[in-house]
Nanobody, 122 residues
Framework: QVQLVESGGGLVQAGGSLRLSCTASGRTFSDYSMAWFRQAPGKERDFVAGISASGKRIYYADSVKGRFTISRDNAKNTVYLQMNSLKPEDTAVYYC???????????????WGQGTQVTVSS
């Protein structure tokens, strides 16, 4: 099992930016695709962005395209989510996970971490 620790969340005004980080341990990080998900109160956990092990394939949910950027640093066992032009509807707990990644799906592989709360005020 991989241990996942998310950080970087906080309270920000609409139009602002945040950068989330997720550090993984317990496996060879560079072997696995990674993804960010989010869960708003009372809603299911949804895919946000995914990146392949090499970083060559990247996918985004339509709701965040053009605003969010996923990246990874395999030397630091860390995946990032740069979030710009934030909207109140981006408010959620954000989670990362290793995934089976394709153009149409991102299936979580490991147990979830504690997540990091992002709150966007209007």
């Amino acid at each position: 099992q991989v241990q996942l620790v998310e950080s970087g969340g906080g309270l920000v005004q609409a139009g602002g930016s945040l950068r989330l980080s997720c550090t993984a341990s317990g496996r060879t990080f560079s072997d696995y695709s990674m993804a960010w998900f989010r869960q708003a109160p009372g809603k299911e956990r949804d895919f946000v962005a995914g990146i392949s092990a090499s970083g060559k394939r990247i996918y985004y949910a339509d709701s965040v395209k053009g605003r969010f950027t996923i990246s990874r640093d395999n030397a630091k066992n860390t995946v990032y989510l740069q979030m710009n032009s934030l909207k109140p509807e981006d408010t959620a707990v954000y989670y990362c996970n290793t995934v089976f990644l394709s153009a149409t799906s991102a299936l979580p592989r490991d147990n979830w971490g504690q997540g990091t709360q992002v709150t966007v005020s209007s």
